[in-house]
């Protein structure tokens, strides 16, 4: 049908097709698609208007893409046999704790396709906020890595690192990669693309060099370079995870049992054994508060030891961006910047880029307690850190420069005084409306970060959209009642 439904199966017949009469099939029932050995799960969606023929069938293009079919092809529609563990999803609505049995029942039903949005989102609503026991956590964490692919190493020591988010501009997985493999560190990281922000790594990544790497693609570029930043998605590690991502993103929520289940089914997934995680703090980050803080990093470590990973959780300042570019390209210039060692290179990015990686070295016994950010440093001032970068580019399928949106806005101080505080999520979703990050070049460069004295028509932020349409949009909401004071400037 050429419909792009994303990663959902669709599947269109006709009202009157005799399959549906017979069969009792209604709009968005659930069904069974088959094509010789291939069966996939799939929304029936009711076409009225003669769009079809009669004894014809039509396909989203994720249906075609996962049976593998062309025109003519002769498809067998069944009834979905009843999904038992929905019983599970339900009792968890209503407030009870799941058995590891139930929890890998549920994953096993989700990594099959046989949850629709509807049963998704239900399942991610009944896990929200702080609704998984630590028991709950780390089986769903063993689960997810059960239900995909792992990949080996070979070395006893495998590094990687992960952010929690909620901090705009926070890119310091790029330039952390390019350090541990230039000082001789295996790094195979496999990272998200955006969930409920304007760029993901794997967004700002996709910039500069090819991130959807199969399995093989990754394995081969490690080999060859010691580490690789490449999406999870392709390479079937922890593929449930993908999949609650792709909701969780639609309903903007991350909740905290489930983000530490992703995060560190991921990390087990992808063969690795030491990580550090980084959780910034501040009013408008994703953790509030140095209570959510230690309650999180507590969990980290806890769900870690019980998979298998030797995990030190790092706390940092989260009240307001990190770098200067946020959107896919503006980030990949922020991290480019720093790997170059420009003198006019974001300091904030690049300090906290070494300070994630000193831990990350101390933690792999690379260094000394007390030496890692030393050692950092000299890998980056001398120019390894880049050329390594250059080289996993390379490696992944070529390096590309980042490049400039067309359309773009410079908003200004209204008042003279201080910039005292900076809601991130509203700043976020600003360069959300301006297109990122599908819009690759779409975003902002922020140049008021708090403390900055600014006069009056002294610029706070360049609004970027690669259509006129989109930078309107954003600007819409910025002159409304829930973009002003973004920025709050005190005299």
Same mark, same amino acid.
Request: proline content about 4%.
């Given at each position: $049908?050429?419909?792009?439904?994303?990663?959902?199966?669709?599947?269109? $017949?006709?009202?009157?097709?005799?399959?549906?009469?017979?069969? /009792?099939?209604?709009?968005?029932?659930?069904?069974?698609?088959?094509?010789?050995?291939?069966?996939?799960? &799939?929304?029936?969606?009711?076409?009225?208007?003669?769009? !079809?023929?009669?004894?014809?069938?039509?396909?989203?293009?994720?249906?075609?893409?996962?049976? *593998?079919?062309?025109?003519?092809?002769?498809?067998?529609?069944?009834?979905?046999?009843?999904?038992?563990?929905?019983?599970?999803?339900?009792?968890?609505?209503?407030?009870?704790?799941?058995?590891?049995?139930?929890?890998?029942?549920?994953?096993?039903?989700?990594?099959?396709?046989?949850?629709?949005?509807?049963?998704?989102?239900?399942?991610?609503?009944?896990?929200? +906020?702080?609704?998984?026991?630590?028991?709950?956590?780390?089986?769903?964490?063993?689960?997810?890595?059960?239900?995909?692919?792992? =990949?080996?190493?070979? +070395?006893?020591?495998?590094?990687?690192?992960?952010?929690?988010?909620?901090?705009?501009?926070?890119?310091?997985?790029?330039?952390?990669?390019?350090?541990?493999?230039?000082?001789? !560190?295996?790094?195979?990281?496999?990272?998200?693309?955006?969930?409920?922000?304007?760029?993901?790594?794997?967004?700002?990544?996709?910039? $500069?060099?090819?991130?959807?790497?199969?399995?093989?693609?990754?394995?081969?570029?490690?080999?060859?370079? /010691?580490?690789?930043?490449?999406?999870?998605?392709?390479?079937?590690?922890?593929?449930?995870?993908?999949?609650?991502?792709?909701?969780?993103?639609?309903?903007?929520?991350?909740?905290?049992?489930? $983000?530490?289940?992703?995060?560190?089914?991921?990390?087990?997934?992808?063969?690795?054994?030491?990580?550090?995680?980084?959780?910034?703090?501040?009013?408008? &980050?994703?953790?509030?508060?140095?209570?959510?803080?230690?309650?999180?990093?507590?969990?980290?470590?806890?769900?870690?030891?019980?998979?298998?990973?030797?995990?030190?959780?790092?706390?940092?300042?989260?009240?307001?961006?990190? +770098?200067?570019?946020?959107?896919?390209?503006?980030?990949?210039?922020?991290?480019?910047?720093?790997?170059?060692?420009?003198?006019?290179?974001?300091?904030? =990015? *690049?300090?906290?880029?070494?300070?994630? &990686? /000193?831990? =990350?070295?101390?933690?792999?016994?690379?260094?000394?307690?007390?030496?890692?950010?030393?050692?950092? &440093?000299?890998?980056?001032?001398?120019?390894?850190?880049?050329?390594?970068?250059?080289?996993?580019?390379?490696?992944?399928?070529?390096?590309?420069?980042?490049?400039?949106?067309?359309?773009?806005?410079?908003?200004?101080?209204?008042?003279?005084?201080?910039?005292?505080?900076?809601?991130?999520?509203?700043?976020?979703?600003?360069?959300?409306?301006?297109?990122?990050?599908?819009?690759?070049?779409?975003?902002?460069?922020?140049?008021?970060?708090?403390?900055?004295?600014?006069?009056? +028509?002294?610029?706070?932020?360049? =609004?970027?959209?690669?259509?006129?349409?989109?930078?309107?949009?954003?600007?819409?909401?910025?002159?409304?009642?829930?973009?002003?004071?973004?920025?709050?400037?005190?005299?």
């Amino acid at each position: $049908m050429g419909i792009d439904t994303q990663h959902e199966h669709i599947v269109f $017949m006709r009202d009157d097709c005799h399959v549906c009469i017979s069969e /009792g099939f209604e709009a968005l029932t659930r069904v069974n698609v088959s094509f010789g050995d291939k069966t996939i799960v &799939a929304n029936l969606n009711v076409c009225t208007n003669g769009l !079809l023929a009669h004894g014809q069938v039509g396909l989203s293009n994720s249906a075609v893409k996962s049976l *593998r079919v062309i025109d003519g092809d002769e498809l067998v529609i069944t009834h979905l046999e009843p999904i038992n563990s929905l019983s599970h999803v339900r009792s968890k609505i209503y407030g009870n704790r799941l058995t590891a049995e139930q929890l890998d029942a549920i994953m096993g039903d989700i990594v099959k396709g046989n949850y629709s949005n509807v049963h998704l989102s239900a399942f991610i609503a009944g896990c929200a +906020g702080e609704n998984l026991s630590l028991d709950e956590i780390i089986a769903l964490t063993r689960s997810m890595i059960n239900h995909g692919k792992r =990949l080996k190493w070979p +070395g006893d020591i495998i590094v990687d690192k992960h952010c929690v988010g909620g901090l705009p501009g926070n890119r310091t997985t790029p330039i952390v990669v390019a350090l541990a493999a230039a000082a001789g !560190l295996t790094m195979p990281k496999t990272s998200s693309r955006a969930i409920t922000s304007p760029a993901g790594t794997a967004d700002t990544m996709e910039v $500069m060099a090819p991130v959807e790497l199969s399995m093989e693609q990754i394995q081969s570029v490690v080999k060859q370079t /010691g580490a690789c930043i490449a999406w999870g998605g392709t390479a079937q590690l922890s593929p449930a995870d993908d999949i609650l991502i792709r909701v969780e993103k639609a309903l903007d929520i991350d909740s905290e049992g489930q $983000m530490i289940a992703s995060v560190l089914s991921k990390k087990a997934a992808a063969g690795s054994t030491h990580v550090v995680i980084d959780i910034p703090v501040g009013p408008t &980050a994703k953790v509030r508060s140095q209570a959510d803080a230690d309650r999180l990093k507590e969990l980290f470590e806890k769900v870690g030891e019980a998979v298998g990973l030797k995990v030190k959780v790092v706390v940092t300042d989260g009240t307001q961006p990190v +770098g200067v570019g946020i959107g896919p390209a503006l980030e990949a210039t922020d991290v480019l910047s720093v790997l170059k060692d420009e003198p006019k290179a974001p300091k904030d =990015l *690049r300090e906290r880029s070494l300070a994630i &990686a /000193g831990e =990350l070295f101390e933690l792999s016994g690379k260094s000394k307690s007390g030496a890692g950010y030393k050692t950092a &440093a000299a890998m980056l001032s001398s120019g390894y850190a880049y050329n390594k970068f250059i080289e996993i580019c390379k490696a992944q399928g070529g390096f590309t420069e980042p490049q400039k949106a067309k359309y773009n806005e410079v908003i200004t101080s209204q008042v003279a005084g201080t910039v005292v505080d900076i809601d991130n999520r509203r700043l976020a979703k600003l360069a959300k409306l301006a297109g990122a990050p599908t819009a690759q070049k779409a975003g902002m460069k922020f140049h008021a970060p708090i403390g900055t004295k600014v006069k009056k +028509g002294q610029p706070l932020f360049t =609004l970027y959209a690669e259509a006129q349409g989109e930078l309107t949009y954003a600007l819409t909401y910025l002159r409304s009642e829930n973009g002003k004071d973004i920025v709050r400037i005190t005299g």
